[in-house]
Nanobody, 124 residues
């Protein structure tokens, strides 16, 4: 069982930055690929970024590539999402998720555990 708790969301102006954190419980954090997803009002939840178990590989949605960076610290059981050059269309609830699947899963199905989400609002 893995419990995930996100933090770091808030209100920011367009062009600004935020850093999201996701703290995981348990001693097996390094055995999970981690992902960030987001859900905007009236839209389905979508993939944002993923990182493999060791942190050596990452993959991003085209909409955030070059602006967002996912990273992890296995010693701290934490995954991060650094968000720069934020746009109003990045406004959403952001969720972190854990998957036992090796690699860089981008679909939601492989993720067994989800956090409660943190709100990010970007004003124009």
């Amino acid at each position: 069982q893995v419990q995930l708790v996100e933090s770091g969301g808030g209100l920011v102006q367009a062009g600004g930055s935020l850093r999201l954190s996701c703290a995981a419980s348990g001693r097996t954090f390094s055995r999970y690929s981690m992902g960030w997803f987001r859900q905007a009002p009236g839209k389905e939840r979508e993939f944002v970024a993923t990182i493999n178990m060791s942190g050596s590989n990452t993959y991003y949605a085209d909409s955030v590539k070059g602006r967002f960076t996912i990273s992890r610290d296995n010693a701290k059981n934490t995954v991060y999402l650094q968000m720069n050059s934020l746009k109003p269309e990045d406004t959403a609830v952001y969720y972190c998720a854990a998957s036992p699947r090796i690699g860089l899963p981008t679909a939601q199905a492989p993720y067994n555990y989800w956090g409660q989400g943190t709100q990010v609002t970007v004003s124009s």
